[in-house]
């Protein structure tokens, strides 16, 4: 139990529609990390939000957005949904932008484009 | 190409055995961070490294910077340590933007 809770679980929808992923991180941690795990891969970093901005981004095109809120819950959307986007969403928390905070991680949500 | 190489991708041990998971990486780091990931998705951290050795249980893992390389060792190994260890990667000036490992998918028979 990390205290991160990503909403919802599993999600099916169709090419070209929108979807909109949640993302509850530990109280007080100002950063969270969007991933990408496609299956049998390592998850793939998307972008990040540091009090409220976006602070860097993976290779993904700009359907990809997000936004974090002050109260520490963030989301992912993408638009135009294509079947390369099914994989498993992960949120991961952290205290700050240094790389030897641990990162929390959501328990995911899995993602299928028909 | 991938920053982030592990090695073996699936392993089968016996209940008992020593395990060694090895990661290595291309480019320069601030630190490194062994995961474990079950089935279903959940990702655990294990250790962070910057340099040397910690010790968790029957965890261990090390890094050597200059040769760009980690190990996980798990010790007297248990059917619950069955699981995807994952190795990350925290390259320099990126903060905690990593760079992930496939995985190592283990299996520990009783």
């Known amino acids: 139990e990390t205290g991160v809770t990503q909403s919802p679980t599993h999600l099916i929808k169709t090419r070209g529609q929108q979807v909109t992923l949640r993302c509850s991180s530990q109280?007080?941690?100002?950063?969270v990390s969007w991933y990408q795990q496609a299956l049998g891969q390592g998850p793939q970093f998307i972008f990040q939000y540091y009090r409220e901005e976006e602070n860097g981004r993976g290779n993904f095109p700009p359907r990809f957005s997000g936004l974090q809120f002050p109260n520490y819950s963030s989301e992912l959307n993408v638009n135009a949904l294509e079947l390369d986007d099914s994989a498993l969403y992960l949120c991961?928390?952290?205290?700050?932008?240094?790389?030897?905070?641990?990162?929390?991680f959501g328990p995911g949500t899995r993602l299928t484009v028909l | 190409k991938n920053e982030v190489e592990q090695s073996p991708q699936n392993l089968t041990a016996q209940e008992g055995e020593f395990i060694t998971i090895n990661c290595s990486y291309s480019v320069g780091i601030s630190a490194l961070h062994w995961l474990q990931q079950h089935p279903g998705g959940g990702i655990v951290s294990l250790f962070m490294l910057s340099s040397g050795k910690k010790k968790h249980g029957r965890l261990i893992a090390t890094i050597n910077i200059q040769e760009k390389h980690s190990s996980l060792h798990i010790t007297a190994s248990h059917p619950r340590d069955s699981a995807v260890y994952i190795c990350a990667v925290g390259p320099l000036n990126t903060g905690n933007q990593f760079y992930f490992g496939t995985g190592t998918s283990l299996r520990v028979i009783p």
């Open positions: 991961a928390s952290s205290l700050s932008l240094a790389a030897y905070n641990e990162q929390f």
């Open positions: 109280s007080g941690h100002n950063t």
